[in-house]
């Protein structure tokens, strides 16, 4: 490096070297909620969960990255009660980012971490009757620097995507990386955020590694895919496929209503943390209130990319051979530009044509006893949607 020492040509380069530090996710237990108040509860739990977790975890080296699950802050209570969407966008949720990161801010600068969460909360640039499902990072000072709008919901989400709403949503964020997978460059590395169902994708990962990630924010998957290994699976492959380290808390326990007496693990545990070689740093296995924790070494993931010829898998990508998988749409877009999310029958009858048009493409074959499933009309325990009850006044 002729005469400039390695400190003098990272600066050269406007890039300051990132010493390791512990990354922590939490897997915290969390209540049903009826009302937006409910959610103080869970926050209470994620704020002493953090306390604790950071005493421990700081004895390797300081904590600079702390992770909650899905639903940590909410739950899960618009799906699972039911809710109309439009009553829910206006009457239980907040626009983003709310009041419910309040106390996480304090958090954030309290322990001078960043924070990587998610909520269900309104972008009313988008569309005043539509909630998403968001991705937040906060730095040290309690700022929020990112949000993500999560791209890919299970059948039983009622949350609204940004390919639901295409046009609306290019023509506020654009099309490229960033609109669909934003990545927050930061002191610690850069953190790309996703959640849930979008594991299921390798997609998504890759779009956010192809913009720069070095940190993939993972949260939650449920059982019974868990205890199937599914979840392991999938971190330890976005991780390996996109040479990121993978950061993947799932939810604690669930109470899942108001009077429950007893959790039900609806969600098996394996919070985990891989690296960028796909190996597990830490890994709980049950579905308590816990933790785990591991070193995050951002340098040595460069070097890795800089001088690593296998492994190292997105240098030598052979992407026009790759873009003809996808010249065909399979689920269309603009699916609720201009009503909101529908019931499960609605939304069973979309996933019934996919299917249809894969078989018809001859991407599916169809099984020779049937296409089978009959279950469609059948949306909570009840068969109704239940009206979202409305916020209470302070």
Known sequence: MCEDTLEEEC??????MIEPYTAVALQTPHHNCQTPQDWDKNIETICEAMDAAIWMAALQYPVKLVTLGEA???????SRLGFDHAVAANEWFNEFPGPELDQLRKKAQEHRTF???????RDSKLHPDRYFNIAFILDPEGEVIHRYHKNQVYRNEHSTTPHDIWDSFTKRYG??????FPVADTAIGKIGTLICMDRSYPETARGLAMNGAELLYMPSYPEPWVGMGWYEIHNRSRALDNTCYVVAPNCGAWYL????KVPMDVFGGKTQIVDYMGKVLADHQAGDYSFVSAIIDIEALRYYRANAYFGNWMKDL?????RTIYE????????WMDEPPQARPVRDKHLRESIRRLQERGVYTPPAHGQGRDDLGVDVPGGAQLPVPAKEKP
Do not use: H, M, W
């Open 11 to 16: 600066q050269r380069r406007n890039l300051l």
């Open 328 to 335: 065909e749409p399979i689920y269309p877009k603009n699916l």
């Open 72 to 78: 940590a802050i909410q739950t899960f209570a618009d």
């Open 175 to 180: 099309s490229d990386l960033n609109a669909f």
């Open 115 to 121: 924070i990587a969460g998610q909520c269900r909360a």
């Open 257 to 260: 209503n108001r009077d429950s």
């Open 318 to 322: 052979r992407v026009e051979v790759y």
